[in-house]
């Protein structure tokens, strides 16, 4: 079975902290991304990586940046931490996708709250 | 800008009976459509794909697909306590790995 492994369910933080969130994924995926999750606004894109030391921006990458030395890593870091960026935070993985194969496998999401 | 909508519910349904729901997107470019399962808190899990017009069966699972109308649905037979969640529409547009748009989900709630 894929496995995609968040490395925190919970996270506490304070505005301005630097955050790293941690994403692995054990099936030699090509493909990674980050999502957020609010209540009434669904699952958002925020960045996504197709190989090693690439990344894309998805639709709401202000404020975060990504990084992707390994194949199997890809970590969400947040600069400076705000309350707005309060959500639960979900990493996927794909094999590296056609037009009609793209399934996503999540990982079980790291709930981040920022004070 | 890429769309896609759900009717948020609650739908609730009596064990037993059909559950239908649906989804609209906006990109008549799209290729590839899901459906998602998500328990509460807990992380999507996929349940069904269609690429082309008709109906795909899986299970107690049927997704019909209808390009002309950009119009997705999953039809849920036989409804169980345990199909209670929420169901997430998702459709790439192209292809490639630009990820997916996800709807903001329908709450399906099956009555006992």
């Known amino acids: 079975d894929v496995k995609v492994t968040q490395s925190s369910r919970y996270l506490v933080k304070r505005t301005g902290e630097k955050v790293f969130l941690e994403c692995v994924q054990d099936?030699?995926?090509?493909?990674m991304f980050w999502y957020r999750q609010d209540p009434g606004l669904g699952l958002r894109l925020i960045y996504f990586?197709?190989?090693?030391?690439?990344?894309e921006k998805g639709d709401i990458p202000e404020g975060y940046s990504v990084s992707r030395e390994k194949k199997e890593r890809f970590s969400l870091i947040l600069e400076s931490a705000s309350t707005n960026q309060t959500s639960m935070y979900l990493c996927?993985?794909?094999?590296?996708?056609?037009?009609?194969?793209?399934?996503?496998?999540f990982g079980s999401g790291t709930q981040l709250s920022v004070l | 800008q890429k769309e896609v909508e759900q009717n948020s519910g609650p739908l609730s349904v009596p064990e037993g009976a059909i559950a239908s729901l649906n989804c609209t997107y906006s990109d008549r470019g799209s290729q590839s459509f899901f459906w998602y399962r998500q328990y509460s808190g807990k992380s999507p899990e996929l349940i069904m794909s269609i690429y082309s017009n008709g109906d795909k069966e899986d299970g107690r699972f049927t997704a019909q697909l209808n390009k002309a109308s950009q119009y997705v649905s999953l039809l849920i037979r036989d409804s169980q306590p345990s199909d209670s969640a929420t169901y997430l529409c998702a459709v790439n547009s192209g292809g490639g790995a630009d990820g997916l748009t996800f709807g903001k989900g329908t709450h399906l709630i099956i009555q006992p």
């Open positions: 996927a993985s794909s094999p590296q996708m056609t037009a009609t194969n793209e399934k996503l496998f």
């Open positions: 990586s197709y190989d090693v030391k690439m990344k």
């Open positions: 099936m030699d995926h090509e493909n």
